[in-house]
């Protein structure tokens, strides 16, 4: 695997006073050869393709993660001081569209990149999704099942509906094994194709340990530096915009209210948590809520939490037993770019159906929603490709512009945000008269206190003081009742359909 990188010199690294590490070359930015850097590889110290000494990673690696540290308390301040749910007041369709939208739409290029390796591959995968997902959907197949009463027998299950991107991935998957035992894909690096085999991936497989148990700081101790504090930090105030957007598709993809603000400030206080504890493991990256679920949800309709709770339980011993996680490293990249095609395209649809709430026949709202996208969309692209003509002088600030304008969903959010509430406009030409009678009757109903109460009955049953209601994170007693959805709450009448329905009873769907 080393004789496949090419040699080069690596450039000696310089500290600056500002404590970070950076690279003087002499030239203009010249290879030892005489040949010239790309405009983005003269201001790495070192490049793809080089190796740092083994210290000089350690270095970076606990620097990074003590940024990621400071940066999660900053997150969890927001989250838990109620800011961000202060700033929902402002936000509106013509805020969410835009933001869930280029969630998506940035990464075409990924996706098709992706898919574009195998093009077979990548069509197969997309043809059994929509199969099992649009068109069998609704056919039931036998499962055997053992009852006490019954014993055994069988029972109708949705097997297409429940697991189409499973049932898809695991038959692509498996496509791809059968046609690289038969050396049907080629062998050559080089060759179209080639990385839709399942071999090309093997060494990771047979290098990755049984067992491995993480700890926290087993990079050694976590060390600050101004300036990836402040460029974490630009992350943060992305990921948050995201994870706004994605709280929403999530409630109306899975038919549940919006989230209400309580609901929102502890999503994003917990992420927060999260990141912490992953500065803390050295990770060397944070968490937050990942878009390509949000479609996978869209797809699968299954919005259980026990889901989600069954597959961290799952994530959890893949880390521990490492065999386990690079055998997943194994799928061919053309299915998942197969896959990224169908969901992000379902991203982008969820983004855009926020748009019913709003008058589009305004010329003001078409404005707003077009130049937005728009300008998430080429602004980023820009910078990506300009990022040398960003330059203030200070080395923080540079990259805490650098990370906001490459992010997609930021400039269009921001941008959607801001002319919202500047441009003049009627409420319901807006959508906020519309918007916010769904808020307000998803912060203290019924249903709304089952989907985001806190889990064993805090906040409804137990610990129901004033003191923890005035908590900006602790959830709301429902009107008219504790908040405890139960047999005191919900009547249950079994009554003859020709009858009239008897006052007091509520109908419970499931």
Not at 242 to 259: I, M, N
Request: overall charge neutral; proline content about 6%.
């Amino acid at each position: 695997m080393n004789s496949a990188i090419t040699s080069c010199e690596h450039p000696k690294p310089l500290q600056r006073g500002d404590g970070v590490l950076n690279s003087h070359e002499g030239g203009q930015g010249r290879k030892k050869d005489g040949q010239p850097r790309g405009l983005s590889s003269s201001h790495l110290a070192y490049s793809i393709l080089d190796i740092p000494p083994w210290y000089l990673c350690i270095f970076l690696g606990v620097q990074l993660q003590g940024a990621i540290m400071v940066a999660s308390c900053v997150q969890m301040l927001v989250g838990f001081s109620g800011l961000i749910g202060f700033l929902m007041r402002f936000i509106g369709p013509l805020t969410i569209a835009p933001t869930i939208s280029l969630v998506a739409l940035p990464l075409f290029d990924s996706a098709g990149n992706d898919a574009g390796i195998h093009w077979g591959i990548a069509a197969t995968t997309i043809f059994l999704i929509v199969l099992f997902s649009q068109y069998l959907k609704n056919i039931a197949v036998p499962v055997p099942v053992y009852g006490r009463e019954k014993k055994c027998h069988t029972s109708k299950f949705y097997l297409f509906q429940v697991f189409p991107v499973l049932l898809a991935l695991c038959i692509s998957w498996l496509l791809c094994f059968v046609l690289t035992v038969t050396n049907a894909l080629p062998s050559a690096p080089a060759a179209y194709g080639y990385l839709a085999r399942t071999d090309t991936k093997g060494d990771v497989l047979s290098q990755a340990p049984w067992f491995r148990f993480p700890y926290p700081g087993q990079w050694g101790l976590p060390t600050i530096s101004l300036a990836g504090v402040f460029g974490i930090i630009a992350g943060v105030i992305s990921s948050m915009v995201e994870s706004v957007g994605d709280y929403y598709a999530c409630a109306r993809l899975v038919g549940a209210p919006p989230p209400p603000k309580h609901a929102i400030n502890r999503g994003i206080g917990i992420e927060g948590l999260g990141c912490l504890l992953a500065g803390a493991w050295g990770t060397g990256n944070g968490t937050t809520s990942y878009s390509e679920n949000v479609g996978a949800l869209g797809i699968t309709r299954v919005g259980s939490r026990m889901v989600i709770v069954a597959a961290g339980c799952v994530l959890l011993l893949m880390g521990v037993f490492g065999k386990i996680g690079a055998a997943f490293a194994t799928i061919p990249t053309p299915v998942i770019g197969g896959m990224f095609l169908v969901m992000f395209g379902v991203i982008t649809a969820v983004g855009i159906s926020n748009l019913q709430y709003v008058d589009m026949n305004s010329s003001r709202n078409l404005f707003i929603f077009g130049f937005s996208i728009y300008c998430g969309l080429a602004v980023p692209n820009w910078v990506n490709k300009n990022p040398e003509r960003l330059h203030t002088g200070i080395l923080q600030l540079d990259q805490v512009i650098q990370v906001l304008l490459t992010t997609g969903m930021f400039v269009g959010g921001f941008l959607g945000f801001l002319l919202d509430n500047t441009i003049p406009g009627s409420l319901e030409e807006r959508g906020l008269l519309a918007w916010n009678q769904i808020q307000e009757e998803s912060e203290e109903t019924t249903k709304v206190s089952e989907v985001y109460s806190l889990p064993w009955g805090m906040g409804t049953r137990f610990c129901t003081s004033s003191c923890t209601r005035c908590l900006p994170f602790w959830p709301r007693l429902a009107r008219g009742g504790t908040g405890e959805v139960g047999a005191s709450q919900l009547t249950l009448c079994s009554r003859d359909p020709s009858e009239e329905r008897p006052k007091g009873a509520t109908d419970t769907r499931m």
